[in-house]
């Protein structure tokens, strides 16, 4: 079974400029999540889709953003980005069975802005 | 607020010999599951090992083990016969959705082992 892909692995972008990423999860899992990854934050949760609902949110401005499709793949938005959106973007995705619920993670995209 | 604490950024350990890394964790939660992460250097997160809180058996797979403190709160892992590939950032994160996930893992800040040989 083939594991949870993102595109594009790497992204230079501009002051300003926005960016969109895309995620897609494991075949059969139904949720996903989005994570921001820095040297000094650590890994901080964005927000977690299901069933192409938002279910999830964490402590991140409104510019950060996100969807998910009918096919759970799911796509995070950035706007208006600012040099501290430069970061690793992993997004994860889980089967959601109870007893079950391990997040498996894809190879996340690094976002550089200038 | 619910945390994740890894004391030691950094670790070291000599090929076939033991180490273990330490996590402490706060949360007011009866019921939770608990995760071991090692990301490698190429950056893909993989899921070593993972306690359910209600389970008093401490979980294994193969050459990594936990030792799981419920009351005290403590989840730290065991890596028995170190080898290379072993060596990566290892996140302890926590998952207060017993039940179903709902994303957001809490993730401590993370301890990098070096395996030499």
């Known amino acids: 079974k083939a594991g949870v892909t993102q595109t594009p692995r790497y992204l230079i972008k501009t002051r300003g400029q926005q960016v969109t990423l895309s995620c897609s999860p494991i075949?059969?899992?139904?949720?996903v999540s989005w994570y921001q990854q820095t040297p000094g934050q650590g890994l901080q949760f964005l927000f977690e889709?299901?069933?192409?609902?938002?279910?999830n949110k964490g402590n991140f401005p409104g510019r950060f953003s996100g969807r998910q499709f009918s096919n759970s793949r799911s796509e995070m938005n950035v706007s208006t980005l600012e040099l501290g959106d430069s970061a690793l973007y992993l997004c994860?995705?889980?089967?959601?069975?109870?007893?079950?619920?391990?997040?498996?993670f894809g190879p996340g995209t690094r976002l550089t802005v200038l | 607020a619910q945390t994740v604490t890894q004391s030691q950024p950094e670790m070291s350990v000599q090929e076939a010999e033991t180490v273990t890394l330490s996590c402490t964790y706060d949360?007011?939660?009866?019921?939770?599951?608990l995760f071991w992460y090692k990301q490698p250097p190429s950056r893909q997160m993989i899921l070593v090992i993972r306690?359910?809180?209600?389970?008093?058996q401490n979980a294994t797979e193969n050459r990594f083990s936990v030792n799981f403190q419920k009351a005290a709160k403590s989840f730290s892992l065991k890596i028995s016969d170190s080898q290379l590939g072993d060596t990566a950032m290892y996140f302890c994160?926590?998952?207060?959705?017993?039940?179903?996930?709902?994303?957001?893992?809490?993730f401590g800040k993370g301890t990098k082992l070096s395996v030499k040989p």
């Open positions: 994860a995705s889980s089967l959601e069975l109870a007893g079950r619920n391990e997040q498996f």
């Open positions: 075949s059969g899992h139904r949720s």
């Open positions: 889709y299901f069933s192409e609902t938002q279910r």
């Open positions: 949360t007011s939660e009866s019921n939770y599951y």
């Open positions: 306690q359910e809180a209600y389970k008093q």
């Open positions: 994160a926590f998952d207060p959705h017993y039940g179903g996930s709902q994303g957001n893992l809490i």
